[in-house]
């Protein structure tokens, strides 16, 4: 079945950004001038998907008016002969058709995901977390994974390669078999492992395509580290009922949900525009000197 639903949690605290996130929500904090969960719906949409399900939570209305239409807003713009701006913030409301659901208590991922069940239904879907963006030009990371589903059939974790010294920051498959040079077999998977029981370098970075059977697994999920239905979890069950594939996906992958993944985000971002990229570039070399 093709793969036409996406599913972005965004229920989370972003306690790491506190005190920010006290009013703002994490995924609302700009890349320059743009939310961090557009970027995230933008390659969703790239990638060819029709649907989006967001998972928020109950103060997070500001997330659900940035993709809705904005009349007022709109007009005022029109008035001001600023036809560009509203075209641009139309643009935002017809990007993709775009859902929301809450969920009512904060159990961790995996239950985020099994808030979804009604929207997915029986079909393949996507997930994509909201702390991980990633830039490729040319085809978008999930684009990258849903062309592997096509040819295995199975559920994909997109994963990157990471150094010893940051496995244990995520989670890290093991690989039974290597089908090619970016697609493995796996037959395990380790939250945030020590480097002494990580069982590879590979680890899972905010990226996936799963199928449907994952829901009555996650439903049957006991609460795990931090009393939270855990994704890995699940994953790890998943693998007793049906084969799972790690894709190494190819792209620049920013951790926003860290403040120097932030930080580098903004810095490259800008670089990449041209209305800021020369002003940047001279106000690093001021600082360098």
């Not at 559920?155 to 498959?173: E, F, P, T």
């Not at 998977?189 to 990580?198: F, H, R, V």
């Not at 792209?251 to 949900?257: E, F, K, L, P, T």
Request: include cysteine.
């Amino acid at each position: 079945m093709k793969v036409r639903k996406a599913i972005i949690p965004a229920a989370g605290l972003g306690t790491r950004f506190l005190p920010a996130t006290k009013s703002i929500p994490k995924e609302m904090l700009p890349i320059v001038d743009i939310p961090t969960i557009q970027y995230i719906v933008q390659e969703a949409v790239d990638a060819g998907i029709e649907e989006i399900l967001i998972i928020v939570s109950g103060s997070k209305t500001s997330v659900e008016n940035h993709f809705d239409v904005n009349f007022d807003l709109e007009t005022r713009l029109l008035a001001s002969n600023k036809t560009a701006e509203a075209q641009q913030i139309r643009a935002i409301a017809d990007m993709a058709d775009v859902f929301f659901v809450r969920q009512k208590e904060p159990k961790g991922l995996g239950h985020a995901i099994l808030c979804a069940k009604a929207f997915v239904g029986e079909e393949p879907f996507a997930v994509l977390l909201g702390d991980d963006v990633v830039i490729n030009d040319e085809k978008p990371a999930l684009k990258q994974l849903i062309d592997a589903y096509e040819k295995t059939g199975s559920s994909i974790l997109g994963v990157q390669y990471v150094a010893d010294s940051k496995v244990n920051k995520y989670g890290v498959v093991k690989i039974e078999k290597q089908l090619n040079d970016d697609l493995f077999k796996i037959n395990g998977m380790i939250e945030k492992p020590s480097l002494d029981k990580a069982p590879s370098n590979f680890a899972v970075l905010g990226r996936y395509v799963l199928t449907s059977r994952i829901f009555d697994i996650l439903a049957q999920t006991k609460p795990g580290k931090g009393n939270e239905i855990q994704l890995t979890d699940g994953i790890v069950s998943l693998l007793e009922h049906e084969d799972v594939y790690a894709y190494n996906f190819e792209g620049i992958r920013y951790d926003v949900g860290d403040k120097f993944g932030y930080i580098k985000a903004q810095i490259d971002f800008s670089l990449r525009r041209d209305d800021l990229r020369m002003e940047v570039m001279n106000y690093i070399k001021e600082i360098v000197k």
